[in-house]
């Protein structure tokens, strides 16, 4: 298993757009700003609907209101760094598949955070026609906040484990 | 006179503590990582918002009202955690030819963006977004993805961080 995985990662590196990216001079530290470009706007959007839920800033713009407002550039945004980490992820992917800071992030925190991502952005609604914000969504605001901040934790960690 | 206070700023003890015990050094980089998101998304939003691509059917001011107050608390922890990474390292950044690019580029992003603010209860007024509002948007987000392009290509070009 652990040799299969490690043979892909191995295929993945050497593939042509790989090798492309990590012999050209230019092209590694734009796929890195595609990557943060797209962070901006998923992380931004994101733990803007998080921080609504708990009540930081204009309280007369209901939750629902802001997650529609940002919810078209909130996937784009995904879209975008899901793309660019991708890339960054196929010029070494044998490294980073035994690293485990990156396997807690891709594996455990990133599925975790999306799935209480979507879980708030369909629950959104009904939270703001209540009369006031239950605790549920206060609690889902705050824990996919802290959520965000593990990915961001483990990403980071990724080279002092390597 | 720069790299003789860069010199000293370098040696202090606590800027050496901060950037060599491992758990802090991966929290300024966690904490600027992160304050940049919340810095440039929600800044990008309202500049998308202006150019039409964004909750048309509300005005510029409720997405601004909401986003202005804690992209200026980020940009502290992104510019205070910046800092601390930078004093780390201060003699090597402070000649860096690509670090002074960086901190133009970025330097002008938060000009367009206190524009942007500034003028969003104008613009509002108006029946229609008027055409300056718009140049002083879309150069806002070009200027804050040049800012992220050029933070990458401190190290990249330069081997610094």
Known sequence: ?162 | MFLHLGRLLQNNSFIVTINEVPVTAAALEIIHYFSMFLVVGPTAMVDLRVLGAADRHHPVAELAERFFPWVWVALAFNALSGFLMFAGNAVAYIPESTFHAKMLVTLLAIIFTLAVQRGVPKWDRSPSMPATAKIVAIISVLLWIGAILAGVEVPALSGIG
């Open chain 1, 1 to 162: 298993m652990v040799g299969e995985v490690v043979n892909f990662g191995n295929w993945l590196q050497n593939t042509s757009w790989a090798l492309a990216i990590a012999t050209s001079d230019w092209a590694y530290p734009f796929v890195q700003a595609t990557h943060f470009t797209g962070l901006s706007l998923w992380i931004g959007t994101s733990v803007a609907v998080d921080l609504s839920l708990l009540g930081v800033g204009n309280r007369r713009q209901p939750p629902s209101r802001l997650s529609d407002a940002l919810f078209l550039w909130n996937w784009i945004g995904f879209a975008i760094a899901i793309a660019g980490g991708f890339l960054l992820f196929s010029v070494s992917a044998a490294t980073y598949l035994v690293n485990a800071a990156f396997l807690t992030k891709l594996g455990l925190l990133i599925p975790l955070a999306v799935i209480l991502h979507v879980a708030v952005q369909k629950r959104v609604r009904g939270w703001g026609q209540m009369p006031a914000m239950p605790a549920v969504a206060k609690l889902a605001g705050l824990a996919e906040l802290l959520l965000w901040l593990s990915v961001a934790t483990a990403a980071v960690s990724i080279p002092y484990l390597a």
